[in-house]
């Protein structure tokens, strides 16, 4: 069974930063693309940023695009979301996401529980 | 990347069909076969429903069915149930290399 666990988010101060990681089991996470899709309090969906199998290609929304990092470790089977400068705006939540169909990665059939992740003074 | 547009609300009656519209562009529901559908109820992760405008993941019923015309693709769930009420999202593959989701849309069963 497919299992995707978040973890590392909190309250942080405008301008802060955090670094979220998304532990993966239950299916070889070495061969799969990964995302993060996050949710603002009472909004809609927002796919965040993706990264290839071995790393190599990493995309973002134009929003996070220089405050945002997206990694992984593959021995580790762990992705990361390192998010620096953060505004008012990346309140959500922040879900870990992937598609078990190889070498695609715009749909998603599992998703973590999500983290919450609050930036306010 | 502007988000794909869906109406804010849709109900129906038990046992009727509604249709879910989801408009975007050339650059993105128009460009490419890569339109997917997410249920999502209160306080959990969202559920895929559709994906490549008319493909069902295995275990979804078959009350739930895409299509696509043009920059508009559109989900229909036929014989509405109590369990379907839900918050629906489309998304889409963009030529940016990026994925965009539409702003969701309420069913409600009345």
């Known amino acids: 069974e497919v299992q995707l666990v978040e973890s590392g988010g909190g309250l942080v101060q405008p301008g802060g930063s955090l670094r979220l990681s998304c532990a993966a089991s239950g299916f070889t996470f070495s061969n799969y693309w990964m995302s993060w899709v996050r949710q603002a309090p009472g909004k809609g969906l927002e796919w965040v940023a993706n990264i290839k199998q071995d790393g190599s290609e990493k995309y973002y929304v134009d929003p996070v695009k220089g405050r945002f990092t997206i990694s992984r470790d593959n021995a580790k089977r762990s992705l990361f979301l390192q998010m620096n400068s953060l505004r008012a705006e990346d309140t959500a939540v922040y879900y870990c996401?992937?598609?078990?169909?190889?070498?695609?990665?715009?749909?998603?059939?599992?998703w973590g529980q999500g983290t919450l992740v609050t930036v306010s003074s | 990347q502007s988000a794909l547009t869906q109406p804010a609300s849709v109900s129906g009656s038990p046992g009727q069909s509604i249709t879910i519209s989801c408009t975007g562009t050339?650059?993105?529901?128009?460009?490419?076969?890569?339109v997917s559908w997410y249920q999502q109820r209160p306080g959990k992760a969202p559920k895929l429903m559709i994906y490549?405008?008319?493909n069902r993941p295995s275990g979804v019923s078959n009350r739930f069915s895409g299509s696509k015309s043009g920059n508009t693709a559109s989900l229909t769930i036929s014989g509405l149930q109590a369990e379907d009420e839900a918050d629906y999202y489309c998304?889409?593959?963009?030529?940016?290399?990026?994925?965009?989701f539409g702003p969701g849309t309420k069913v409600t069963v009345l």
């Open positions: 998304s889409s593959y963009t030529n940016s290399v990026t994925l965009v």
């Open positions: 050339s650059s993105d529901v128009g460009a490419y076969n890569s």
């Open positions: 490549d405008v008319s």
């Open positions: 996401a992937h598609t078990s169909t190889a070498g695609r990665w715009a749909f998603f059939e599992n």
